[in-house]
């Protein structure tokens, strides 16, 4: 149950592609495509799909995609009242050398660079500001939509409340900062998250004793060294429920868990859903109109 691929075709006079959806409800499939994406919903309710995230949606939801995330919308079975929704696409390389010499646009060049994570702009007044401008785009010539486009993506980057929405998309991002200990402990989970990781191991090639090395990774990773290990897995096994039919125990097996209700319990506490119920989904989401 792999996402599919969607090319998109932008008008030769135009890296900005506008427009208004309208139907029954969401047509798209669980895909992905090189373009970021900025939808801003006015009518219609149900689930959305973005990376490892899955929440519901209003209207007034406003969300940006990053390039090659995997995202759908959803409508909940026997939902028939219509939907309505703004989207913005635009290629990766349209504002790339804009923004990167232009040392002014650099909080929009941060957004994006973590757009992949999937950013919902929480404020409701701000998103319905925000909403009613993309609609005024609409109309607007190639030349004028570009112009009032960087605007509104100038106060997007400003916005302060947002939410990153996939597990996948928070990874820890490297910087000048980070040191080897940091791309150490990255390695090693990635090389060790089937097998039981026990703390003192991953200490020891740090070279910290448990007690700095716990200090160390809280500050370079906002959170424990074992919220960050769960995060870690199952982020491996919402991939294995979406590519694979694998059984449960097989793929709680593989990500590290040996205990089955355990691992029961941390997806349901990651993901807000059973194992069952986020599979059920992602089928869904490739098959939208199976009953």
Same mark, same amino acid.
């Given at each position: 149950?792999?996402?599919?691929?969607?090319?998109?075709?932008?008008?030769?006079?135009?890296?900005?592609?506008?427009?208004?959806?309208?139907?029954?409800?969401?047509?798209?499939? @669980?895909?992905?495509?090189?373009?970021?994406?900025?939808?801003?919903?006015?009518?219609?309710?149900?689930?959305?799909?973005?990376?490892?995230?899955?929440?519901?949606?209003?209207?007034?939801?406003? /969300?940006?995609?990053?390039?090659?995330?995997?995202?759908? @919308?959803?409508?909940?079975?026997?939902?028939?009242?219509?939907?309505?929704? /703004?989207?913005?696409? @635009?290629?990766?390389?349209?504002?790339?050398?804009?923004?990167?010499?232009?040392?002014?646009?650099?909080?929009?060049?941060?957004?994006?660079?973590?757009?992949?994570?999937?950013?919902?702009?929480?404020?409701?007044?701000?998103?319905?500001?925000?909403?009613?401008?993309?609609?005024?785009?609409?109309?607007?010539?190639?030349?004028?939509?570009?112009?009032?486009?960087?605007?509104?993506?100038?106060?997007?980057?400003?916005?302060?409340?947002?939410?990153?929405?996939?597990?996948?998309?928070?990874?820890?991002?490297?910087?000048?900062?980070?040191?080897?200990?940091?791309?150490?402990?990255?390695?090693?989970?990635?090389?060790?998250?089937?097998?039981?990781?026990?703390?003192?191991?991953?200490?020891?090639?740090?070279?910290?004793? /448990?007690?700095?090395?716990?200090?160390?990774?809280?500050?370079?990773?906002?959170?424990?060294?074992?919220?960050?290990?769960?995060?870690?897995?199952?982020?491996?096994?919402?991939?294995?429920?979406?590519?694979?039919?694998?059984?449960?125990?097989?793929?709680?097996?593989?990500?590290?868990?040996?205990?089955?209700?355990?691992?029961?319990?941390?997806?349901?506490?990651?993901?807000?859903?059973?194992?069952?119920?986020?599979?059920?989904?992602?089928?869904?989401?490739?098959?939208?109109?199976?009953?």
């Amino acid at each position: 149950m792999k996402p599919q691929l969607e090319h998109i075709t932008h008008d030769i006079d135009s890296s900005i592609l506008a427009f208004l959806f309208e139907d029954d409800h969401f047509t798209a499939p @669980w895909h992905y495509h090189a373009d970021y994406e900025l939808t801003y919903i006015l009518k219609g309710s149900g689930i959305r799909h973005i990376g490892n995230n899955i929440d519901n949606f209003f209207p007034g939801d406003l /969300v940006l995609v990053g390039t090659n995330t995997p995202h759908c @919308w959803i409508n909940e079975k026997g939902y028939n009242d219509g939907v309505q929704s /703004v989207c913005i696409q @635009w290629e990766a390389i349209a504002l790339q050398d804009f923004l990167n010499t232009n040392k002014e646009l650099k909080a929009i060049k941060k957004m994006l660079d973590i757009a992949s994570s999937g950013i919902k702009f929480r404020n409701s007044e701000f998103a319905s500001s925000i909403g009613n401008r993309l609609n005024e785009l609409l109309a607007l010539s190639p030349e004028k939509k570009l112009i009032r486009f960087l605007d509104i993506l100038c106060d997007l980057s400003n916005c302060e409340t947002i939410e990153l929405l996939s597990v996948e998309g928070n990874e820890f991002q490297y910087s000048e900062k980070t040191d080897f200990r940091t791309k150490a402990i990255l390695d090693y989970l990635e090389e060790n998250y089937q097998k039981r990781i026990i703390l003192e191991d991953v200490a020891d090639i740090t070279h910290l004793s /448990v007690g700095a090395f716990c200090k160390f990774f809280k500050k370079q990773f906002n959170r424990s060294f074992t919220n960050y290990l769960n995060e870690f897995r199952i982020r491996k096994t919402c991939i294995l429920l979406q590519e694979t039919n694998d059984k449960l125990s097989d793929i709680s097996f593989k990500c590290g868990y040996e205990n089955m209700s355990f691992f029961h319990r941390q997806f349901k506490k990651y993901m807000n859903m059973t194992p069952h119920e986020y599979r059920k989904t992602i089928f869904k989401s490739v098959h939208p109109f199976t009953n």
